[in-house]
């Protein structure tokens, strides 16, 4: 069964840091998409961030990019969101998603604004 894991969710200052984990298990492929979407309260969900497997191309959001950084690890199975100079507007549940045989997406860790 493929799975994303989430985890590193937490309280944010204005202005801290936070890094998220993705953790990505059960499949084969060698060339799949792994990213970030966020959801505030009353929100639509949003892509913040992805990187590809194959080359290491990476998006990001306009309203994140210069603060947050998208990285994997050499096995490419885990997958990392730094994200730096936090606002209050990064406030949300933080979604793992991957292009692995079909959309999968984790269960999603809360970064919390705490001003």
């Known amino acids: 069964e493929v799975q994303l894991v989430e985890s590193g969710g937490g309280l944010a200052q204005a202005g801290g840091s936070l890094r998220l984990s993705c953790a990505a298990s059960?499949?084969?492929?060698?060339?799949?998409?792994i990213g970030w979407f966020r959801q505030a309260p009353g929100k639509e969900r949003e892509g913040v961030s992805a990187?590809?497997?194959?080359?290491?191309?990476?998006y990001y959001a306009n309203s994140v990019k210069g603060r947050f950084t998208i990285s994997s690890d050499n096995a490419k199975t885990t997958v990392y969101l730094q994200m730096n100079s936090l606002k209050p507007d990064d406030a949300a549940v933080y979604y793992c998603?991957?292009?692995?045989?079909?959309?999968?997406w984790g269960r999603g860790t809360q970064v919390t604004d705490s001003s």
């Open positions: 998603w991957g292009n692995l045989g079909s959309d999968i």
């Open positions: 059960g499949f084969t492929f060698d060339d799949y998409v």
């Open positions: 990187i590809s497997s194959s080359d290491g191309s990476t």
